[in-house]
């Protein structure tokens, strides 16, 4: 029988301080430190970032092996986010791993941390997995992206937003609306009081499975500063109905994509992942979807948010290959999938 693997994982990519222990394909635990000292400034600002990941690192990762039971002795490899993200954030993460590589002689694994977010989808925790070829939507606040995923090695990217990720399209349109940090939440509750047809905002025209969500940001900025000349309390009486009609254009704008990319490939097995999958209005189309003879996937939401337990079933398939990196590795903030 072949020997278990233990992966110590690291992510430290954006404002999340994230350490994880698997063993094989199943999680042991997943600490996640979030940064809340970014939410008076209305998004993260990297050099408050990158120095509560040095403050969170070490204590993240006692409390992970703490939960795991697991020693460090115990572990057969460190897999670190090498990148996209912000550099200062990924550098943390980077040099810390490579010390405890170095420390314990046990090789070091680089991940991208988009694939990770896919392979969040492979984790063994009892819910059914999708089989290879599928699709997947990943939506977070950095990336918007359609994926051909045909093997955990084999990723094929088929079309990405040309401006904003749709995350960031719900935190700016929710900031425009005086809504707190971070919006896209706020921004899905309110909407599920309010009537998403009231106010109908342009779609972009991009080619083919790409998206674009900036003329959107627009739209509704130039909407709303046209309204407020009438009524300055325009968006306080309209909330509700206002959160709804712009929910319902940033879902129309992934849906119109995917709905094509599903026609011209055929491919019916759809997952999602990346912190706007917890969108309730994005889990009910597809809900319907399913109706419609898609199969679709939304991994446990803590392994859809930015998390170090994705990274460490990522570094485990690498393992599987000895696919492992050396000391020069560096991060890479614009690290491509
Ligand atoms: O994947 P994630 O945790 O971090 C990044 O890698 O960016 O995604 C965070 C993004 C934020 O933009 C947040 O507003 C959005 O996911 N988000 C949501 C919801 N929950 C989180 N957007 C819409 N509806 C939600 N329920
Ligand atoms: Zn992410």
Redesign the pocket.
Same mark, same amino acid.
């Given at each position: 029988m072949a020997k278990d693997v233990y992966i110590l994982a690291i992510e430290s &990519?954006?404002d999340d301080t994230s350490v994880a222990v698997l063993k094989n394909r199943l999680v042991l635990s997943n600490v996640v430190a979030t940064q809340k000292v970014h939410e008076e400034f209305g998004g993260v600002v990297p050099e408050l970032a990158s120095r509560a990941h040095q403050k969170n690192i070490v204590p993240t990762l006692d409390k992970a092996l703490k939960d795991a039971k697991v020693n460090l002795s115990a572990i057969s490899a460190i897999a670190f986010t090498k990148g996209p993200g912000l550099l200062g954030s990924l550098l943390v993460g980077v040099s810390f791993a490579k010390s405890l590589s170095l420390a314990l002689g046990i090789p070091l694994i680089e991940i991208n941390h988009m694939e990770a977010h896919i392979l969040a989808h492979l984790i063994a925790d009892g819910s059914v997995e999708p089989s290879f070829p599928f699709i997947c939507l990943t939506v &977070? #606040? !950095?990336?918007t992206q359609l994926v051909k995923v045909s093997s955990p090695y084999e990723f094929e990217v088929l079309g990405q937003t040309i401006d904003d990720a749709a !995350?960031?399209a719900? /935190?700016k349109i929710a900031k425009i609306m005086n809504l707190p940090y $971070? #919006? #896209? $939440?706020v921004? /899905?509750r309110l909407a599920q009081k309010g009537n998403p047809t009231r106010f109908q905002f342009s779609l972009p025209k991009t080619d083919q499975y790409d998206f674009s969500f900036s003329g959107l940001k627009t739209s509704v900025l130039y909407f709303l500063q046209k309204e407020m000349k009438k009524d300055d309390a325009f968006i306080e009486n309209n909330l509700e109905d206002l959160c709804a009609s712009v929910q319902k254009a940033i879902l129309q704008v992934l849906f119109v994509k995917l709905e094509l990319l599903v026609k011209d490939t055929s491919i019916k097995r759809i997952a999602i992942a !990346? !912190?706007?999958s917890?969108? &309730?209005g994005l889990r009910a189309l597809l809900k319907d979807k399913k109706q419609q003879g898609w199969e679709v996937f939304v991994p446990d939401f803590s392994y859809?948010? /930015?998390n170090a337990a994705m990274i460490g079933i990522a570094g485990y398939y690498k393992y599987l290959k000895a696919d492992f990196s050396d000391l020069s590795v560096a991060a890479e903030a614009r690290l491509k999938l």
């Amino acid at each position: 029988m072949a020997k278990d693997v233990y992966i110590l994982a690291i992510e430290s &990519s954006c404002d999340d301080t994230s350490v994880a222990v698997l063993k094989n394909r199943l999680v042991l635990s997943n600490v996640v430190a979030t940064q809340k000292v970014h939410e008076e400034f209305g998004g993260v600002v990297p050099e408050l970032a990158s120095r509560a990941h040095q403050k969170n690192i070490v204590p993240t990762l006692d409390k992970a092996l703490k939960d795991a039971k697991v020693n460090l002795s115990a572990i057969s490899a460190i897999a670190f986010t090498k990148g996209p993200g912000l550099l200062g954030s990924l550098l943390v993460g980077v040099s810390f791993a490579k010390s405890l590589s170095l420390a314990l002689g046990i090789p070091l694994i680089e991940i991208n941390h988009m694939e990770a977010h896919i392979l969040a989808h492979l984790i063994a925790d009892g819910s059914v997995e999708p089989s290879f070829p599928f699709i997947c939507l990943t939506v &977070s #606040g !950095g990336h918007t992206q359609l994926v051909k995923v045909s093997s955990p090695y084999e990723f094929e990217v088929l079309g990405q937003t040309i401006d904003d990720a749709a !995350g960031e399209a719900f /935190d700016k349109i929710a900031k425009i609306m005086n809504l707190p940090y $971070p #919006g #896209g $939440p706020v921004l /899905d509750r309110l909407a599920q009081k309010g009537n998403p047809t009231r106010f109908q905002f342009s779609l972009p025209k991009t080619d083919q499975y790409d998206f674009s969500f900036s003329g959107l940001k627009t739209s509704v900025l130039y909407f709303l500063q046209k309204e407020m000349k009438k009524d300055d309390a325009f968006i306080e009486n309209n909330l509700e109905d206002l959160c709804a009609s712009v929910q319902k254009a940033i879902l129309q704008v992934l849906f119109v994509k995917l709905e094509l990319l599903v026609k011209d490939t055929s491919i019916k097995r759809i997952a999602i992942a !990346g !912190g706007v999958s917890a969108n &309730s209005g994005l889990r009910a189309l597809l809900k319907d979807k399913k109706q419609q003879g898609w199969e679709v996937f939304v991994p446990d939401f803590s392994y859809c948010t /930015d998390n170090a337990a994705m990274i460490g079933i990522a570094g485990y398939y690498k393992y599987l290959k000895a696919d492992f990196s050396d000391l020069s590795v560096a991060a890479e903030a614009r690290l491509k999938l």
